[in-house]
Nanobody, 122 residues
Framework: QVQLVESGGGLVQAGGSLRLSCAAL????????MGWFRQAPGKQRDLVAT???????DYADSVKGRFTISRDIAKNTVSLQMSSLKPDDTAAYYC????????????????WGQGTQVTVSS
C-alpha cells in the first residue's frame, strides 16, 4: 500500500512562516510530478505549487515569491516552505503525486494525502 503523509501545519500569525512536508510511503520505484494543493472552507481545491522529477517548479500567482517547493527524489518527499503568510493562505493543504510506479510495476495515479491545516491569524 502506498500513501502520502503530510506534516507541519499549524497556527501562525500573518507575516510568519511554516514548512509543510509530505512523505510517500510504501514500495515505490518512482514518482512523477508532486505538488501541494489547498482548499479553504466552501471553496474548490486549488493548485499551490508543483515540482517535476527534474526540479521544475510551478506556482500559483498568489504564492509566487513567498512559497518555495522542493523535493528529495531519493527519499520520496516533497516540502513547501511558506513565508510572509497571509490570512488568505488559511486552508487545508494537500499533498499530491500525479503518478507513482510501484516496485511491482503497478501504477497509481492522482494520489492524495489526508491534508494538514494551515491557519494564519491577522
Amino acid at each position: 500500500q502506498v500513501q502520502l503523509v503530510e506534516s507541519g501545519g499549524g497556527l501562525v500569525q500573518a507575516g510568519g512562516s511554516l514548512r509543510l512536508s509530505c512523505a510517500a510511503l510504501g514500495r515505490i520505484f518512482s514518482i512523477d510530478k508532486m505538488g501541494w494543493f489547498r482548499q479553504a472552507p466552501g471553496k474548490q481545491r486549488d493548485l499551490v505549487a508543483t515540482i517535476t522529477r527534474d526540479g521544475t517548479a510551478d506556482y500559483a500567482d498568489s504564492v509566487k515569491g513567498r512559497f518555495t517547493i522542493s523535493r528529495d527524489i531519493a527519499k520520496n518527499t516533497v516540502s513547501l516552505q511558506m513565508s510572509s503568510l497571509k490570512p488568505d493562505d488559511t486552508a487545508a493543504y494537500y499533498c499530491n503525486a500525479d503518478k507513482i510506479i510501484k516496485t511491482d510495476w503497478r501504477v497509481i495515479v492522482d494520489l492524495w494525502g489526508q491534508g494538514t491545516q494551515v491557519t494564519v491569524s491577522s
